[in-house]
């Protein structure tokens, strides 16, 4: 099973940027894809990202065009942010492997999670 660690998360004033890492480690083969959720007091995790080995990306339309996500060949896993908003207050969390249902990758059954990581935009 594979463990991941984030980092990278903070305080930043509204209109500023944070890159988020996820280091994956422990025993998996070949990941495919990989994401990042996030969760805000009183709502629902929710997908904000997700890249396949392949290199297709997904986006929430909430952070299209602010967010970016990639990763490297050792399985490390990044969420670029800039413009920040209030509104993109939350825990963040990587998961892997994410499964293929209705056109899109999710975290699954299987799927490894990290511990979180706070991010707060402050207006």
């Known amino acids: 099973q594979v463990q991941l660690v984030e980092s990278g998360g903070g305080l930043v004033q509204a209109g500023g940027s944070l890159r988020l890492s996820c280091a994956a480690s422990?025993?998996?083969?070949?990941?495919?894809?990989m994401g990042w959720y996030r969760q805000a007091p009183g709502k629902k995790r929710e997908l904000v990202a997700s890249?396949?080995?392949?290199?297709?990306t997904y986006y929430a339309d909430s952070v299209k065009g602010r967010f970016t996500i990639s990763r490297d060949n050792e399985d490390t896993l990044y969420l670029g942010m800039v413009s920040l908003k209030p509104e993109d207050t939350a825990i963040y969390y990587c998961?892997?492997?994410?499964?293929?249902?209705?056109?899109?990758?999710?975290?699954?059954?299987?799927?490894?999670w990290g511990q979180g990581t706070q991010v707060t935009v402050s207006s």
């Open positions: 998961a892997a492997p994410l499964v293929y249902y209705s056109g899109n990758y999710y975290a699954g059954p299987s799927s490894s």
């Open positions: 422990g025993s998996y083969f070949n990941i495919n894809a």
């Open positions: 890249i396949t080995s392949g290199g297709t």
